[in-house]
């Protein structure tokens, strides 16, 4: 029963249109057709760029939030980020944390499904094969494949994916991706502020 609910939910949450995240010009470089927005100083290049998920399942922007991140490390020395340093914070205060790739794996593979093959069969009236279909739930590589791993960067090394959060609410306005990152024991904090169009 609970998986019936859940399967229910996805369904309603994958009628749920699309949110499109329009980058705003706060000290960053902005393309607002191809919706990047990009910080930079002599240590770290942080690009974000929103609605650019192209692997599948297609429609993962119905159920959840993929943001491409990618750090380039531009100084002598180590660049750290974990998965703690980077949220969202929308315009009344909510925060979203990333969800894990593996999460959103087994949310979107929790179906229903129906079993049909071949199989033999017996009894004193008949005998022979009937058809039995088996059921065998989708998978998502592309959704751990392409998401961002949390670590190191080393100098002149790049380090890029998708991160994944929660859509925030309708009637929200604005939010704004926090990315904090540590390079010679100092923490550092880049904000990227975004419109929210539906």
């Known amino acids: 029963m609970r998986r019936l609910l859940f399967f229910i939910l996805v369904l309603i ?55 491409y991140l990618e750090i380039r490390n531009l100084s002598t020395k ?9 949220h969202l914070i929308d315009d009344a205060n909510h925060q979203y944390n990333p969800i894990p790739p593996s999460d959103i794996t ?11 093959g071949i199989s033999y069969y017996s009894s004193p009236y008949w005998f022979g094969y009937y058809p039995y279909y088996p059921y065998y739930p989708p998978s998502y ?37 926090r990315v904090e990152y540590r390079i010679d024991n100092e923490t550092k904090k880049v904000s990227f502020p975004f419109e929210v169009q539906k």
């Open 13 to 67: 949450l994958g009628c749920a249109p699309t949110v499109k995240l329009v980058p705003l010009e706060d000290g960053l470089t902005v393309d607002k057709e191809k919706l990047t927005a990009i910080y930079k100083d002599k240590d770290v290049q942080i690009l974000v760029k929103t609605h650019a998920w192209i692997y599948s399942p297609s429609d993962l922007p119905y159920y959840v939030l993929p943001i």
């Open 78 to 86: 180590d660049i750290y980020i974990e998965r703690k340093d980077i």
């Open 106 to 116: 087994s949310m979107l593979t929790t179906s229903i499904g129906l079993s049909f």
């Open 141 to 177: 590589p592309d959704i751990v494949n392409n998401a961002f791993l949390f670590g190191s960067v080393e100098p002149g090394a790049i380090l890029k994916g998708f991160v994944y959060f929660q859509k925030p609410p309708n009637y929200q306005k604005r939010v704004i991706l």
